[in-house]
């Protein structure tokens, strides 16, 4: 298009091309750019062009900057809204020390779900594993919260190095916001631990 325009400018006269310098407010920025280079080409001089030239070369240039932004605001865009949001690893593991184990890994599955990944079934049977182990370690009632802290936070470790690597690892994501299920979290555990503070907490 631009060719064509350039090519129709050329065929004008002197007096064509200065008819347009001075009736600028008639013609597209792209029109005078265009008959000024023209004019430079042929040695046609007017006392408008200097002056011209440079402030239609950064309007040019402005418009050329805002349509490059516009260009990345909706890729960017495009992206945001293709890319899954998931739980991010640190969620995952503080979910796992503050709360339990188990709901750090039931995030873990949310993620797997979201992407449409494999290893629900593996995850799975490995939060089943680890909860018996971790309820092994108090057959007799006595719970030392020292210790729930510390083999949760194993969980959480194990579910990030391994599971997460492996399933997850590589993906692209965005962070899903974290306090909304950790509220939850904590809601529901401290009215376990209010409900069934016997089973829980040893009696003093």
Known sequence: MSETKAAKIASKTNYELVQIIENRDQFKDEIILITIQEMERRGVTHEAITGLKENLVKSQAGKLLESIREQKDKQAEFVNENVPALYSPQTIYFASI???????????????????????????????????????????????????????????????????????????????????PLLIGMAVSLALMYFFGNLIIPAA
């Open 98 to 180: 503050l709360i339990n184990f188990v709901f750090g890994g039931i995030l873990f599955l949310m993620n797997l779900f979201a992407t449409k990944s494999k290893g629900k079934i593996e995850t799975s049977i490995f939060i089943l594993l680890f909860l018996l182990t971790e309820y092994s370690f108090f057959k007799d009632g006595q719970i030392d919260p020292v210790l729930i802290l510390l083999l949760n936070g194993i969980g959480g470790i194990a579910l990030n190095m391994l599971f997460w690597k492996r399933y997850l690892g590589g993906k692209v994501y965005k962070k899903r916001p974290a306090w909304k």
